[in-house]
């Protein structure tokens, strides 16, 4: 069974920097396609970076430059390190996982709980 489950979330400030890790289990990351995906109260859930099981990156433009996704496959954990936070990152991320690439679709098959990020002014 496909587990993940997110961690690293808090409250910072504009400016800041905050590093989320997504531990998965039940599967190995080398074969799954990854995501990153964040979603506030009222909003459609909205992709932020995705990383394809070739390396392939690709991030949404509010976010390039600022945010880099990575895995650490021998932890197989999947990681969103997050600079220059701006307080319209609040949000719930989630991370996903598949067999099949979904880029910043949210047409995942499994997600995790997802990690508070607040950024206050």
């Known amino acids: 069974q496909v587990q993940l489950m997110e961690s690293g979330g808090g409250s910072v400030q504009a400016g800041g920097s905050l590093r989320l890790s997504c531990a998965a289990s039940g599967y190995y990351l080398q074969s799954f396609h990854m995501a990153w995906f964040r979603q506030g109260d009222g909003k459609e859930r909205e992709g932020v970076a995705a990383?394809?099981?070739?390396?392939?990156?690709i991030y949404t433009d509010s976010v390039k430059g600022r945010f880099t996704i990575s895995k650490d496959s021998a932890k197989n954990t999947l990681f969103l390190q997050m600079n220059s936070l701006e307080p319209g990152d609040t949000d719930m991320y989630y991370c996903?996982?598949?067999?099949?690439?979904?880029?910043?679709?949210?047409?995942?098959?499994?997600w995790g709980q997802g990690t508070q990020v607040t950024v206050s002014s």
């Open positions: 990383l394809a099981n070739d390396g392939t990156v």
């Open positions: 996903a996982a598949d067999r099949w690439y979904g880029g910043l679709l949210a047409n995942y098959n499994y």
